[in-house]
């Protein structure tokens, strides 16, 4: 059984050795009501959390003993569905959403349901042309709203494809709109670049190549300026030396020689790119060789 807000905040709190009467956001008799089953305001349970140095996805995670909420864990199935057509993944989460909405009424998992009920269909007509009246009904509510809130503009691009191609500009062209309101929203640049991937590959696949530019050429600035593809490069050099110290040596000198090859590779790629002030990668290469070389030498004698 879930522990209660109140258990969640007094677990975290005498886990960090604070006592009632040392919470500076709330008093001492307010606390104590809470930490016994009372619900606080918003306002008063975002300054617990505050000075409690906890976010509020964090403390919903604590609260579940370090696990997802099961409705936070139904959606992290669907977002790790990487292949639309793993007919035997769909129907095994499929289960999972039905067990769950005789539980409770949840119109977000409802509509991922759905979604997953149209993969099914092209899988079973290996085309894109299928019809399915609730992603109709879907797009015909969201879109006569003002406001398109994530979970929103989340269904639709996962959607648009089965629409006819006439109508497919204004489903997209008015999700790229409504997201805007999103750009500081955490990480929101990992779903943007999926986003307009996805519909990249639609136009394409619809003979429509000049509509996909403007979308690639978004979803290319957004991974430039995020650094994504230099992350994974830096973890598998860092590998190199629990490799070495392991006496994998030829190992750990060809994943440095390999990573930094490819970085050397971007360099020459970026000078032939506009020069936007976008990373050096050949300078970022040689840190990781100055550094290697160096590891190098003091382990010679050793």
């Known amino acids: 059984m879930m522990k209660t807000i109140g258990e969640t905040i007094k677990e975290i709190r005498l886990n960090k050795k604070i006592k009632q009467t040392e919470m500076k956001s709330i008093s001492q008799s307010s606390l104590s009501t809470i930490e016994k089953g009372r619900l ?101 509510d969201i879109a006569n709203r003002k406001v398109w809130y994530h979970n929103d503009i989340y269904v639709l691009t996962k959607i648009f494809y089965i629409f006819p191609i006439e109508q497919i500009d204004n489903v997209i062209n008015s999700a790229v709109e409504q997201l805007k309101k999103y750009d500081n929203f955490p990480h929101i640049y990992f779903f943007k670049i999926a986003f307009f991937v996805n519909c990249s590959r639609h136009y394409i696949l619809a003979g429509e190549p000049l509509k996909s530019k403007q979308h690639l050429i978004a979803a290319e600035s957004l991974a430039k300026r995020h650094q994504i593809v230099i992350l994974r490069l830096t973890a598998h050099y ?14 750990a000198q060809k994943r440095v020689n ?33 550094d290697w070389n160096k590891f190098l030498d003091n382990n010679k004698n050793k």
């Open 238 to 251: 860092l590998l190199a030396y629990s490799d070495f110290v392991e006496g994998n040596i030829a190992q």
């Open 40 to 140: 606080p305001s918003i306002e008063l349970f975002l300054d617990v959390l505050k000075e409690l140095d906890i976010d509020m996805m964090e403390f919903f995670y604590i609260q579940n003993d370090f696990q997802l909420p099961e409705r936070d864990h139904l959606f992290k199935l669907f977002r790790e569905q990487k292949q639309s057509l793993d007919e035997k993944y769909i129907l095994e989460i499929q289960e999972k959403y039905d067990e769950y909405l005789t539980r409770t009424e949840d119109p977000f998992i409802s509509s991922l349901r759905d979604i997953l009920d149209i993969y099914l269909q092209i899988n079973k007509t290996q085309s894109f042309n299928v019809t399915h009246d609730d992603a109709f009904e879907m797009w015909a």
């Open 258 to 290: 390999s990573t930094t090859q490819i970085l050397f590779d971007l360099e020459k790629l970026n000078e032939n790119l506009e020069n936007d002030g976008s990373l050096n990668y050949a300078d970022i290469a040689n840190d990781f060789l100055k």
